[in-house]
C-alpha cells in the first residue's frame, strides 16, 4: 500500500529562530503591526510504500526523530494518509 | 557570404540528404505548433527565427525541418549560442600570443604557466536569468562557467563576479544586489571554489537590467587539457550528472530578446541550481580524465544536449547518434523536442573511450553521480537524434554549430555622443582655476579661527586635533567623505565576506587587500593575479576610449600585484543589436580592446557577448568587461594595496594630472552632480604600457611595498584606500602636490603647458596610467632611474604616517581627515547595519 | 603517526587537510572515503569542512549515516583522536560525539573572515602547544556556525572545560560585538569529556603558512603530533 506522509519539522519553542525573526521584523516594517511572531520550518513530503497505515507511522515517526529533524533545535509532527490513485495524498497535517 | 559554389556544395548534400528525409519522424513540418492551434504565426517566428534563416534551414535540409529541428535551429542560431551579430567584429581580437595554448572557440582559453601548468579561463554573462530570479540566476551562471573551466579537464580554482545593479538605495536594486550576491555564495561557497575577486558598480543605468558576469580560473597539466571533441568514431557519448527536466528550455533564446514586462512571468526558463551536483560532477569528470577514459567533455549549458552533441561533433568534423530513450528524465512525458531544449543544469556530455564504458560507469557510480549512454560518434557529420527505432530529428552538426547565417549589422552614430561631448564637467561642478582657489582657500582659513586651516607646507596636520564634525571639515575632505561612501567606491567586504574566498588553500592576497585577486601555484613557487574590470560609464561616453580603458585597468591592476599581465577573457554587454547605434557602440568597444590588447600584449583568449541588455527600450551602458590574468614569476614578490611601514615614501608612477578633461565620466562628477557626462578620460596606450612596465619591473626588482592604481575617485580615493587598508601602525599619509605648473618635472605635456588646472581634477580626476607605490626611501633613486628608462614620469608625492590623510597642494591644505573618519564612511556603506536598513533609509541616501 | 581525512560526498576542504598536514607538517596521511568502516593504522581521523551531501537537510545531518561515522564512533571510543572542522563539527553534533546543535549566523548570512579566537583549554591534544587565554587568528567561512545548546548542557560543558576557542578580539576581550555568528558564550570549539573529540568552526588547514595570512592553524596540528609523540614516548 502506498502512503503519503507529511512531517512539519520546527525550530523549538526555546531556541532562537533567525531566519523567522528577520521574517517578523520585515512583517512588522511593511505595516503588519499585528504580527507576534514568525517561526520557519520545513515541511518534507514523504512517498512510501508500507504494509499498513501503522506501519508506516512507525517508519515516519523513526525517519523524522532519526534524520530529518535534531532534537536539539527541532520538534516535529507528522500526518500519514494513503495515497489516491491520482497521485495524491489529500494533503496537510491533520490537527 | 556564400559564394555560388558553397550553395552547389550544400545543394548537392542536401540532395542526398533528402532520401532520408522520410524516415525523419514528421511531427507537423512547416507548420509549427501555431498553426496547428489554429494561429496564423509561422513555426519559425514562434522561435525566434526569422524568414531568411528559415529559408536557410530548409536549404541545408533539403527539406521542411520538423518541429524539434526547427528548435534545435533556434536555439543554435539564437544570438546568444552563434554570436550571429558579433562575430564579424570579434575578428579584430588579437588571439596569438607565445603563452597562448588554446584561444577563443572552445570552452575556454588555455594559458601556458610554465613547463608543467596551464590557465584555463573564460567568462560568461548570466544577466537576463538574474533579471528574473537573481538568486537562482546566479547560482546557475556560476555553475555554468565552472563547467565550461571542467570541460578543459582543468580543476576550477577560482571565481570572480563583475556586476552591475541600480543604485542600492533603490528597493528592486537592493532586492536583486541581496540575491545575486547570495546566489553566487550559495553555489561557489558549496562546491569549494573560491569566489576571490570582481568588482560591483551602481548606477541608474542597470536599474532594471542588472549585469552578472562570472569568471572561472582552473589549473591543468598541459598533458591533460582535455578538448571538447567527438573526435574518434564509434566512441562511446555519455550524459553524467542531473537528470533531464523541463527547466529551461529556451533560455537561450530568452537570453536574445530584450526584456519586457512580462519577464516575471517567463520564470519557468530560470533553471535551478544543484551545487551538490555541480561538486560531484567536478571530482567524477577530473577522476575520468586522470585515469584516461576521456577523448572529450563539454558542459551542457544554453541549448543542453542540443549544442552539446552539435559542437563536440562539429569541432571533430564527426557526427552523434543519440537515442533518447537512454536520457534519464526528471519528469514524465517529455516531447523530443523538450528533451533536446532542456537546459537542466550540472549535466555533462562526456565522449569516452571506446572500451572503457564500465570503467566510466564505475567511476559515476562511486561518486554517486548518474551517468547515461545515450549514443555513439558516427561518421557522417549528422546529428541524429532517435527514440528507440523512430528518427525523431536528424541534422548535419556543423550545420547547427557553424552554419548560421551572419547579420551584417547596421550602425549609426548615436545623437546623444556629441550632446554628452559638449558638456564641461569643470562648469557643471562650477569649478576655479586652481591658483585662484587655493587663494581664496588661503584667505578664509586664516579669517576662520587664527588657526590656518591651510597651513603651509611643512606643518603636519595633527590627526588629533581634527575636527570631528564634518562641517568643519576642509571642503575637499567632506567631497572625500562623500566619494568613499558613494556606492561603487565604498568598501565591498560585506559582498565578498559572504564567499569563501579561501577554500583551497592558495589565496595569497585576500579580496579587498589589492587590486587583483592572488593565488599561488603550489609547488611552482610561481602565483596567478586575477581582475575584472569595465567601467561603463567611459563606454557610453566614448565607447573606443572605455574600451581601451577596461583593458588597459585590468592589466594595470595585475601589473599593482606584481605581476605580468598576460591574457585576458570578456563579457561585451550590450543593448538590442538591431538598433545601430548599439553596434557602433559595439564596433568602437571592440576596436578600443582590440588595440589596447595589441600595445600590452594580452591576447583574447575567449569570451561572450551578451546583447538585449535593455528593458522597455532602457538600455544599459555598453559595458565591455574585462577578465585579465597575469602572472608572478615569484610568489614572494606579490603586492597589496594597503601602506607597510610608516615613513615609506609615496610615489606616483605616471602623470599628475590637473586638466578639467580627467573630470568627464567620473565618479567625483556623479557623486557631487548626479550626472554621467562630459568627454571621459583619454588613454595614451603608449604611456600605460611604460608606466606598467615601470611598476612590473620595481615590484620585481623588490623595490615596492605596496601599489594601487588610480581608478574611480582619482589619486585622493587611492590614497585613502591605502591608508584604510594599511597595517597598523601605517595607515596615514602626509602628501605634498606640485600644481601642475610649479611642478619642475612638468607632468602635463609641454603644448598643454598653460591650460589652467583645478583642485577637483589633481585630486578626484580619473586620468589613466597611474599608480601610487610605497618604497623606503632609499629605494627612491632606483625607482626613479627605472622611469627614467623606461620613460615614466615617476614623482615622490609624500610619506607613510601613522594615521590620516593631509594633502596640500602647492603648500596649502585641501584634505585633512582622520583614517577613523574615512573609514566610516567607506566602511559604513555596506556594512551590516546599512544593509539590514530598508532601502532608502540611510544616511548615505540621496 | 598517522592522520586519516575522512571523504564524504561534498565534502571541500579535504585536500586543504590533506596539504597541511603531508606538505607542511610532513606527516603521513591519507584520505578515508565515506563507505570505509576499518581505520586501523591511523591515529588522529579528520571530519573536513565543506557541504556534506549538499547540507540540504541540515548541516552533517545525512553524512553522520555514513558507514565509516560508526567506525569513528568505535575509533573515538578506543581513545583515537578525533578532529572535527566545520561541517566535520556539525556532523559531530548530529552523530552526538559532541553536545549541542549549529544554527544559522546570526546575520543570516554566509561569512568567511579572518577571527580572533581565545584559547581557553590548553590541556587537550589538540591545543596543547598554545598558552592558555592566548589570542590566536583563524578564519572561518560558514553559514551555520551559531552554536546552540540549553542551559544546562551549557552549563555543564563551562564546568568541565569543555569549551576550546572562544570568539574574541585581538586583545582576548568576549563580547556580542566579537561574536561573528550569535554562538552561545562566544563558543567556536568544544571537546568532548574524555578530551579527544574536538570540533571547531574556524579551519585551522587555511592558516598554516604566512603566504595564507597566518601559522596559528599549524600550530593545532602541531599540537596534535607533539602530543602523540609524547605519549607514546611516556607511555610505552
Redesign the interface.
Same mark, same amino acid.
Given at each position: 500500500m502506498r502512503y503519503v506522509a507529511t512531517v512539519k519539522v520546527m $525550530?523549538k519553542k526555546?531556541? +532562537? !529562530? $533567525?531566519?523567522g525573526s528577520?521574517v517578523k521584523g520585515a512583517l512588522l !516594517?511593511l505595516g503588519y503591526g499585528g504580527v507576534k511572531d514568525v517561526r520557519i520550518g520545513k515541511n518534507i513530503r514523504v512517498e512510501m510504500e508500507a504494509p499498513s497505515k501503522s506501519a508506516a507511522r512507525a517508519l515516519v515517526e523513526e525517519m523524522a526523530r532519526k *534524520? +530529518?529533524s535534531?532534537p536539539? *533545535?527541532e520538534e516535529f509532527e507528522f500526518a500519514v494518509i494513503p495515497m489516491d490513485s491520482s497521485g495524491e495524498g489529500a494533503g496537510g497535517i491533520a490537527p | 557570404m556564400n559564394t555560388s559554389r558553397d550553395r552547389d556544395v550544400r545543394n548537392g548534400r542536401a540532395q542526398k540528404r533528402g532520401q532520408v528525409q522520410d524516415r525523419v519522424r514528421d511531427q507537423g513540418q512547416g507548420r509549427g505548433r501555431g498553426q496547428e492551434q489554429g494561429q496564423s504565426r509561422p513555426s519559425w517566428w514562434e522561435l525566434g527565427l526569422t524568414e531568411a534563416e528559415y529559408r536557410e534551414i530548409v536549404e541545408i535540409l533539403g527539406r521542411e525541418p520538423n518541429w524539434t529541428e526547427l528548435g534545435m535551429f533556434s536555439v543554435m542560431w539564437s544570438e546568444h549560442c552563434s554570436y550571429k551579430h558579433s562575430r564579424p567584429y570579434l575578428k579584430l581580437f588579437p588571439t596569438q600570443g607565445s603563452r597562448i595554448l588554446i584561444g577563443p572557440g572552445e570552452n575556454a582559453g588555455v594559458i601556458r604557466l610554465d613547463e608543467r601548468w596551464a590557465v584555463v579561463m573564460k567568462c560568461e554573462s548570466h544577466n537576463h536569468p538574474v533579471a528574473v530570479e537573481p538568486y537562482q540566476g546566479a547560482a546557475t551562471g556560476v555553475g555554468g562557467i565552472v563547467r565550461d573551466i571542467l570541460a578543459m579537464g582543468a580543476r576550477p580554482v577560482a571565481i570572480l563576479d563583475s556586476l552591475r545593479f541600480g543604485p542600492p538605495d533603490d528597493p528592486r536594486s537592493r532586492f536583486l544586489f541581496q540575491g545575486v550576491v547570495s546566489g553566487i555564495a550559495g553555489y561557489g561557497n558549496c562546491i569549494g571554489v573560491p569566489t576571490v575577486g570582481g568588482e560591483v558598480y551602481f548606477d541608474e543605468a542597470y536599474a532594471s537590467n542588472p549585469l552578472c558576469n562570472v569568471m572561472c580560473v582552473g589549473l591543468v597539466e598541459i598533458d591533460r587539457i582535455a578538448r571538447a571533441r567527438a573526435s574518434e568514431v564509434g566512441s562511446p557519448v555519455f550524459l553524467v550528472g542531473a537528470s533531464t527536466g523541463r527547466d529551461g528550455i529556451h533560455g537561450a533564446t530568452f537570453a536574445s530578446q530584450e526584456l519586457g514586462e512580462d519577464s516575471e512571468a517567463s520564470r519557468p526558463n530560470v533553471q535551478v541550481g544543484d551545487p551538490f551536483m555541480e561538486k560531484l560532477a567536478i571530482e567524477t569528470c577530473l577522476e575520468l580524465v586522470e585515469r584516461g577514459y576521456v577523448i572529450g567533455i563539454q558542459d551542457m549549458g544554453a541549448a543542453g544536449i542540443t549544442s552539446s552533441c552539435a559542437e563536440t561533433a562539429a569541432r571533430a568534423g564527426t557526427g552523434i547518434e543519440i537515442d533518447l530513450d537512454k536520457v534519464p528524465l526528471r519528469e514524465s512525458g517529455m516531447t523530443p523536442y523538450e528533451i533536446m531544449l532542456s537546459e537542466s543544469q550540472e549535466r555533462m556530455l562526456v565522449i569516452g573511450k571506446s572500451g572503457r564504458e564500465n570503467e566510466i560507469a564505475e567511476v559515476c557510480r562511486r561518486w554517486g553521480i548518474g551517468c547515461a549512454l545515450i549514443g555513439r560518434v558516427t561518421d557522417d557529420g549528422m546529428l541524429t537524434v532517435k527514440r528507440g527505432e523512430i528518427i525523431e530529428a536528424r541534422v548535419p552538426a556543423k550545420a547547427l554549430a557553424e552554419q548560421v547565417p551572419v547579420v551584417l549589422s547596421r550602425e549609426s552614430r548615436p545623437s546623444y555622443i556629441d550632446e554628452e561631448w559638449s558638456r564641461d564637467p569643470v562648469s557643471l561642478l562650477g569649478a576655479k582655476p586652481g591658483p585662484s582657489l587655493l587663494a581664496e582657500l588661503a584667505s578664509a582659513g586664516k579669517t576662520r579661527s587664527g588657526k590656518a586651516r591651510c597651513e603651509p607646507e611643512g606643518e603636519p596636520g595633527e590627526p588629533e586635533k581634527e575636527p570631528e564634525e564634518e562641517k568643519d571639515l576642509p571642503r575637499f575632505s567632506r567631497d572625500l567623505l562623500k566619494c568613499l561612501s558613494s556606492p561603487t567606491i565604498a568598501d565591498k567586504a560585506w559582498v565578498y565576506s559572504q564567499y569563501d574566498h579561501m577554500v583551497q588553500n592558495n589565496t595569497a592576497v585576500l579580496p579587498g587587500a589589492g587590486d587583483a585577486a592572488v593565488l599561488r601555484v603550489k609547488g611552482t613557487g610561481k602565483a596567478i593575479a586575477l581582475t575584472m574590470d569595465g567601467n561603463g560609464r567611459y563606454a557610453y561616453l566614448d565607447p573606443e576610449m572605455g574600451g581601451a580603458i577596461a583593458v588597459a585597468e585590468a592589466a594595470r591592476n595585475v601589473v599593482s600585484t606584481g605581476a605580468e599581465p598576460v591574457a585576458i577573457t570578456n563579457c561585451l554587454n550590450f543593448p538590442n543589436p538591431e538598433k545601430g547605434e548599439t553596434m557602433w557602440q559595439f564596433s568602437r568597444v571592440v576596436r578600443g580592446m582590440a588595440l589596447a590588447c595589441e600595445i600590452l600584449g594580452t591576447p583574447v583568449t575567449g569570451g561572450n557577448v551578451s546583447f538585449y541588455n535593455e528593458t522597455l527600450g532602457k538600455p544599459v551602458y555598453p559595458t565591455p568587461v574585462v577578465g585579465m590574468l597575469g602572472i608572478i614569476h615569484d610568489v614572494k614578490q606579490r603586492l597589496s594595496s594597503g601602506f607597510v611601514r610608516e615613513g615609506d615614501i609615496v610615489a606616483l608612477i605616471g602623470p599628475l594630472d590637473g586638466r578639467g578633461a580627467s573630470l568627464g565620466g567620473s565618479e567625483y562628477l556623479k557623486v557631487k552632480t548626479g550626472l554621467v557626462t562630459g568627454k571621459p578620460p583619454q588613454i595614451d596606450l603608449d604611456v600605460e604600457k611604460r608606466v606598467q612596465r615601470t611598476c612590473l619591473r620595481a615590484a620585481q626588482s623588490g623595490l615596492l611595498h605596496s601599489a594601487h592604481d588610480c581608478s574611480e575617485g582619482g589619486l585622493a580615493v587611492t590614497l585613502a584606500e591605502c591608508c584604510m587598508l594599511g597595517r597598523p601602525g601605517s595607515r596615514g599619509a602626509e602628501i605634498s602636490l606640485r600644481s601642475p605648473k610649479s611642478a619642475p618635472e612638468r607632468p602635463v605635456k609641454e603644448e598643454d603647458a598653460d591650460e589652467p588646472w583645478f583642485v577637483e581634477s589633481l585630486l578626484f580626476g580619473e586620468a589613466q596610467s597611474r599608480i601610487v607605490v610605497t618604497l623606503h626611501p632609499d629605494d627612491m633613486p632606483a625607482l626613479s632611474e627605472i622611469g627614467r628608462t623606461e620613460g615614466a614620469p615617476v614623482t615622490a608625492i609624500g610619506r607613510v604616517t601613522a594615521d590620516g590623510l593631509w594633502v596640500n597642494i602647492d603648500g596649502f591644505t585641501v584634505i585633512m581627515v582622520s583614517t577613523a573618519k574615512m573609514e566610516e564612511a567607506w566602511r559604513g556603506r555596506f556594512d551590516d547595519k546599512a544593509m539590514s536598513r530598508k532601502p532608502g533609509q540611510g544616511p548615505y541616501s540621496d | 603517526m598517522k592522520f586519516g581525512i575522512v571523504v564524504f560526498p561534498g565534502s571541500n576542504c579535504d585536500q586543504d587537510c590533506y596539504y597541511a598536514i603531508r606538505d607542511i607538517l610532513g606527516c603521513d596521511v591519507d584520505y578515508i572515503w565515506h563507505t570505509v568502516t576499518d581505520l586501523r593504522g591511523f591515529d588522529c581521523i579528520i571530519l573536513p569542512g565543506g557541504f556534506s551531501y549538499g547540507d540540504y537537510l541540515r548541516t552533517g545531518a545525512i553524512a553522520r549515516f555514513s558507514p565509516v561515522m560508526k567506525a569513528v564512533k568505535d575509533f573515538a571510543d578506543g581513545g583515537g583522536l578525533v578532529l572535527g572542522i566545520c561541517n566535520g563539527f556539525q556532523i559531530l553534533l548530529e552523530a552526538g560525539f559532541l553536545p549541542g546543535a549549529m544554527l544559522r549566523n546570526k546575520g543570516l548570512r554566509f561569512l568567511c573572515k579572518y577571527v580572533h579566537l581565545r584559547v581557553e583549554n590548553n590541556k587537550n591534544p589538540f591545543t596543547c602547544l598554545f598558552e592558555e587565554h592566548e589570542v590566536i587568528r583563524m578564519p572561518i567561512a560558514h553559514f551555520d556556525g551559531n552554536y546552540y545548546a540549553d542551559s544546562r548542557t551549557i552549563e555543564a560543558l563551562e564546568a568541565r572545560g569543555g569549551v576550546v576557542f572562544r570568539y574574541s578580539d585581538e586583545k582576548g576581550g568576549i563580547a556580542p560585538e566579537t561574536n561573528p555568528n550569535g554562538s552561545v558564550g562566544n563558543i567556536a570549539a568544544v571537546i568532548n569529556e574524555a578530551g579527544n573529540v574536538l570540533g571547531m568552526m574556524p579551519h585551522p588547514e587555511r592558516c598554516v603558512e604566512e603566504l595564507l595570512g597566518g601559522e596559528d592553524g599549524r600550530r593545532l596540528f602541531e599540537s596534535i603530533v607533539s602530543w602523540f609523540s609524547g605519549r607514546r614516548g611516556v607511555g610505552s
Open positions: $525550530p526555546t531556541v +532562537l !529562530d $533567525p531566519q528577520a !516594517d *534524520i +530529518l535534531n536539539v *533545535i | - | -
